[in-house]
């Protein structure tokens, strides 16, 4: 069994709904109760006009990496996301999996960890809510050191509930 740490964001078509929505589907996939953080309102990277909610959930699994990759790339198409977008514009869901147990994955579809999420506070911040220990796998730079690093955004923990 692997512990699972998959972020999601969302701006479009009722983000807290979507949200509610993946978080529901991730707990399909988990062998136990999921872990889910706060919800973050962060804004924009790039061309989108509208803020972003975010979180971070954990999930306990038997699956592989790559079949979690692949049921959350058909749960985000189920809830409105096309299957080519440009990048860092509105979406309806992502979901992006920061960390598969501590393993590094090297795929031509699949990166673990996400190659770009030490980079952007709208991961780290809901990632140390739910593990406040976490570390990188490859680096081992621990979360409260990689939140130093990160560049500065706007974003703060909103009071929306699950």
Known sequence: ????II???????????QL??????????????????????????GPSEHDFLNAAISIETKKS???????????????GRPSRYPKWTARCIDMDIIAYGDDVINLPKL???HPEYSSRLFVLL????????WEDPIQRIPINLL??????MAIRKTSLNW
Not at 1 to 4: L, S, V
Not at 30 to 40: A, E, V
Not at 65 to 79: G, K, P, S, V, Y
Not at 147 to 152: I, M, Q, T
């Open 111 to 113: 990166q673990i960890p």
């Open 126 to 133: 809901p990632l140390q809510e739910i593990d406040p220990h």
């Open 20 to 45: 509610i929505q993946a978080a529901d589907f991730l707990a399909t996939l988990s062998d136990k109760p999921i872990i889910k953080s706060s919800i973050y309102v962060s804004e924009p990277i």
């Open 1 to 4: 069994m692997a512990r699972c």
């Open 7 to 17: 972020a999601l964001g969302s701006n479009l078509n009722d983000p807290h709904k």
């Open 65 to 79: 990496a790559l079949e979690i990759f692949e049921a959350c790339q058909t749960q985000e198409q189920l809830q």
């Open 147 to 152: 939140l130093k690093k990160a560049p500065e």
